[in-house]
Nanobody
């Protein structure tokens, strides 16, 4: 079955950096706009960054704009999220999937996500 595998999370101090990776198992990955989502305790899952199929357009939630950068390598079926200047409020489980502003269905079932914890 098609899978989404997130990795790269961990425990960092405020102001630190992490780079998350999302590897997918479908050959048509390059046809889909994708996004990074996160879910913190007591909050809904939210879209924090998105990127179109050809990387021509990116978008960010106001809470992460200027600190996070989304990118993708279609030849490797991989998407990335570079996170800089991390804050405690960035603590969440991070997931990847299709950007629902462009697609009515998910690319694949939700993966397990990768935990990001920002704490002093």
């Amino acid at each position: 079955q098609v899978q989404l595998v997130e990795s790269g999370g961990g425990l960092v101090q405020p102001g630190g950096s992490l780079r998350l990776s999302c590897v997918v198992s479908r050959s048509d990955f390059s046809s889909y706009a994708m996004g990074w989502y996160r879910q913190a305790p007591g909050k809904q899952r939210e879209l924090v960054a998105s990127i179109t199929a050809g990387s021509t357009t990116t978008n960010y939630a106001g809470s992460v704009k200027g600190r996070f950068t989304i990118s993708r390598d279609n030849a490797k079926n991989t998407m990335y999220l570079q996170m800089n200047s991390l804050k405690p409020e960035d603590t969440a489980v991070y997931y990847c999937n299709t950007d629902q502003r462009y697609h009515s269905t998910w690319f694949a079932p939700w993966g397990q996500g990768t935990q990001v914890t920002v704490s002093a």
